[in-house]
Each structure stands twice: as C-alpha cells, then as structure tokens.
C-alpha cells in the first residue's frame, strides 16, 4: 500500500510540475546571434575572466604544441548554460576536445534577452592562449 501511495503522490508531482511550464514565445524559438539581440549574453565577469577561466583549466603541460589563438562558438541557453560549443578554428583534434570539455563545464553565463524575453543565443569568443 505504501509503494502504490508513493507512486501516485510521484506521478501527481511529476504532473504538476509538467504543467507549469509556460509555452515559448515566438522570440524565444529562434537561436539569436548574440550580436542581434538587445542585452548581450556575456560571463558574470567579463571576456576577460572567461578567457582566464579557460586558459587556466587547459594543461598546457599536456601537449607538446598548444595554440596561441582559438576561435570558439556556442550557444548559451535561457538559464544562462552552455549548449553546442564547436571550437571553429586555431587547433588540432586532441586539443580541441579539451577546450570543448572546459567550456561545455564553464560557470553559468548571464543568458541574452530581447524584446523582454531570455533568449537562446550564439556567442563567439576569441581565446587568448599566450603567456
């Protein structure tokens, strides 16, 4: 009897919450570009601190050649997340894998908005791997 309470009172949470969810609007569907949206979605601390965060978890020592320069793009999301991060240019395979995985792990970024809504939008960043 306990089992069959607890599964009913999990289904009835679990329906609950479902239904709160409020439909996306128009402007929320679309993927911005991040420089087409009224508030950039941008790190808590800046360019700057991003670049740091992402040089500092890469071991240099890892890998006997390492870039100068690394062009990256992703997505961030409406809860501030980061979503398909693809690196476009500046490294070799191995490489590319660990700063995918560093910032696919980054802090959460203050997500665009447009129009008045949180957007999903596209960001390119610029990596700085010089001492």
């Keep these: 009897m306990k089992k069959i309470i607890l599964l009913v009172s ?4 679990q ?11 128009d402007i929320q ?23 740091e965060y992402v040089v500092i978890g890469f071991k240099k020592e890892n890998h006997k050649v390492y870039p100068k320069t690394v062009l990256a793009s992703f997505i961030v999301g409406f809860d501030g ?26 802090p959460k970024w203050l997500p665009a908005e447009h129009e008045g809504y949180r957007v999903r939008a596209t960001v390119k960043v610029s990596l700085n791997f010089q001492e």
């Design 81 to 106: 997340s980061i979503e398909n991060v693809e690196i476009v240019s500046g490294v070799g395979k191995n490489v590319s894998k660990e700063i995918k995985k560093i910032i696919e792990n980054s």
């Design 29 to 51: 569907k679309k993927i911005y570009d991040n420089q087409e949206v009224q508030v950039k979605a941008k790190f808590q601390d800046g360019e700057k601190k991003f670049n």
């Design 15 to 25: 329906v609950s919450f479902s239904q709160t969810k409020e439909p996306l609007s």
């Design 10 to 13: 999990f289904l009835f949470i």
